[in-house]
């Protein structure tokens, strides 16, 4: 696929990982991206393994299957990086992010090698924080956003609350609440990067 980027999400059932994929999908076509948003079907009982799949590309997208080499991989459960390998064909000059309260340096081990960039966001704090439960998939949501670099920052955030708007129609909590997490996150994941690129310029 030229011209495009591939993103593999990991979670469990009831987690949102499917829902944030698909998210990503209609706010990148919005943009005019070409796209794909879609899970791996398999057994969806609550707290199950899940995976899900993005393409986003400036040019036609010929392939239909499963991601096996993608340049970005999201972790929604930490607890997963002992049973599932994540990194499994992450390739070297992409990333991963994970969600954990974790430095990166202490989740670094569990990732059977992989040598490429790792982000840490606590998914967890910020959803409980901004909206009084955990929902990890609005944090992660936007931590892949600044990541990849697919959208900037004000496009992604004004078309999200777009969506929110249309969706959240009659509940401006809600809406609020998912725009913080969006913020927090996003910002939280910026700034790492911007530490990283100091790190190499030094």
Do not use: C
């Not at 993608?70 to 969600?99: C, F, H, M, Q, W």
């Not at 569990?110 to 955990?134: C, F, H, M, P, Q």
Request: overall charge negative; charged content about 25%; glycine content about 8%.
């Amino acid at each position: 696929m030229n011209n495009g980027i591939e993103i593999r999400w990991h979670g469990r059932g009831g987690q949102g990982a499917k829902t944030a994929a698909l998210l990503l999908a209609d706010v990148a076509f919005k943009t005019g991206k070409n796209v794909q948003g879609f899970p791996e079907y398999g057994p969806e009982r609550m707290g199950a393994p899940i995976t899900a799949y993005n393409r986003i590309s400036d040019g036609k997208i010929r392939v239909h299957s499963n991601i096996y080499t993608p340049d970005y991989v999201v972790v929604v459960d930490e607890t997963l990086l002992s049973s599932v390998d994540v990194a499994a064909g992450l390739k070297r000059n992409g990333a991963v992010i994970i969600n954990t309260p974790k430095s990166r340096e202490e989740i670094a081990d569990k990732l059977n090698g992989y040598e490429g960039r790792i982000y840490t966001v606590d998914a967890r704090k910020i959803s409980e924080e901004t909206l009084g439960k955990n929902f990890p998939n609005s944090p992660m949501l936007a931590a892949i956003v600044a990541v990849s670099g697919v959208m900037d920052r004000e496009t992604f955030i004004g078309e999200m609350r777009a969506s929110y708007e249309h969706k959240f129609a009659k509940k401006p909590e809600v809406i609020d609440g998912n725009m913080k997490a969006l913020e927090m996150a996003y910002d939280v994941v910026w700034e790492a990067m911007e530490e990283d690129k100091m790190s190499l310029s030094a």
